[in-house]
């Protein structure tokens, strides 16, 4: 098969190397890709939003199957378009991807089918947003309704610093035209689990969960990121914990789409918290979660083209997934000054060194004119190490990272201990 996957981060490397160990997959190609992913596929200079383009491409190169893996492409519909140009593609229709697109869609959502979420109301004036945070009180959380690359949830430790956030979302278009909705929560408190699960449109199943550090600094400081690091599985995702999530909020949130006809087949992120009232979705995502994928599909035993062709042939019930029985580590190793400010361009030496001894992802590079890899992002490598323990994982995947270095790196020292 020749298979397409769209997108250019940890994620996408993560899932390009799962697919080229797969008998089924004899030619391979990610767009646009990046210096990682292209040693082990080929790399095609179209940008992951453009769904015209891609089609086009899919179609004059004749792929036979078709992976959309970041949230903006699938929020625009490249699944739709791509299964009406006859090509199968995994992921979402734009009708389901929604859960993500929209905060406020996926609220309303839980609301109507009793998805156990945080108490919440939606605002699309300012005044009465900055209002309700008055009456509410702090901490509480605001969030703008559209896509914002992992950075539109701020918790607002006070009511000032709520009420800038929803300016900074509302009035001053931080996030452009997705802050012009904003959602404002109560602040739930408790352990944060992510279960990213394969869907078919009918049947769930769930992978190992995993855990994301969203701060930027030790400690769970400093600014919101798209992720500083992930290991799986979690240790409070107990199995009593796994099985009231299955029947309090996986089949009934696959049920509930169903029953608004906008059936999901692709990956469902899970965002929960484990409050003392039982679990509860803090957010749904309509893909892969990155870095989290990194750690899960590292302890990913099975062929993830046979899981990937199940979801999309609505045969997910027919095949028995398997999963290695240890931990992953996942540490990102971003470029000075992200998720604000920050320089590329800078050699990355010890790649090959590190490589012996972990998984190492590439996020943000790029393949120089004499071959050498250099950074090209915020997020630039996600070091991945598996250990019999959490603990043990967490080590080497540290010590896996020590010979890397470029200008400016920057990593937390505490990915999977808080």
Known sequence: MKVLVVGGGGREHAICLKLA?????????????????????????????????????????????????????????????????????????????????????????????????????TFTELDAALSYIDAQGAPIVVKADGLALGKGVVVAATVEEAKAAVRDMMEDKKFGDSGSTVVIEECMTGPEVTVLAFCDGKHLVPMPSSQDHKRAYDGNQG????????????????PEVARRCMEEIFLPTVAALNAEGRPFQGVIYFGLMLTKDGPKVVEYNARFGDPETQAVLSLLDSDLMDIFQACVDGTLDKIDIKWKDQAACCLVLASGGYPVQYQSGYPISGLEEAGQNATVFHAGTKLGEDGQILTAGGRVLGVTALGATLEEAISNSYTAAKPISFQDMHFRKDIGRV
């Open 223 to 238: 600014p919101n990121t798209g992720g500083m690091g992930a290991f799986s599985p979690s240790p409070h995702y107990t």
């Open 21 to 121: 160990q797969s008998p089924k997959v004899t030619q391979l190609y990610c767009a646009p890709g990046n210096g990682g992913i292209a040693q082990v596929a080929q790399c095609v200079p179209i940008k992951a939003t453009d769904v015209e383009g891609m089609v086009k491409w899919a179609k004059e190169n004749a792929m036979d199957f078709v992976m959309v893996a970041p949230d903006d492409p699938l929020a625009l519909g490249m699944v739709d378009a791509l299964e009406a140009a006859g090509i199968p593609a995994f992921g979402p229709r734009k009708n389901a991807a929604v859960i993500e697109a929209s905060k406020a869609f996926s609220k309303e959502l839980m609301k109507k089918y009793h998805i156990p979420t945080a108490q919440y109301e």
